[in-house]
Nanobody, 124 residues
Framework: QVQLIESGGGLVQAGGSLRLSCAAS????????MGWFRQAPGKEREYVAA????????YYADSVKGRFTISRDKAKNTVDLQMNNLKAEDTAVYYC?????????????????WGQGTQVTVSS
């Protein structure tokens, strides 16, 4: 069983930056795939980015490519999401997710474990 806790959300002006962090506990993440999703009010949960824990390969949704960077710290057992040049449409609750099969999926149902989410609000 993996427990995930997100932090780093907040209020920022358009064009600004935020860094989200996801701390994992319960077991090591070797062989896992880790993802970030977001959900705005009235909308479905949306894929943002993912990373393979072992090899470090990264994947991004087109809407954030070039602005967001996902990374992992094996020593700290954390996955971060650096968000730059934020836009009003990035406003959402951001969730960290883990898949113990190591498969990098872009659908929420492909992930087994979820954090409680952290709010990101971008003012225009």
């Amino acid at each position: 069983q993996v427990q995930l806790i997100e932090s780093g959300g907040g209020l920022v002006q358009a064009g600004g930056s935020l860094r989200l962090s996801c701390a994992a506990s319960g077991r090591t993440l070797s062989g896992y795939a880790m993802g970030w999703f977001r959900q705005a009010p009235g909308k479905e949960r949306e894929y943002v980015a993912a990373i393979k824990w072992s090899g470090g390969s990264t994947y991004y949704a087109d809407s954030v490519k070039g602005r967001f960077t996902i990374s992992r710290d094996k020593a700290k057992n954390t996955v971060d999401l650096q968000m730059n040049n934020l836009k009003a449409e990035d406003t959402a609750v951001y969730y960290c997710a883990a898949d113990d099969r190591g498969y990098v999926g872009s659908h929420y149902y492909e992930y087994d474990y979820w954090g409680q989410g952290t709010q990101v609000t971008v003012s225009s």
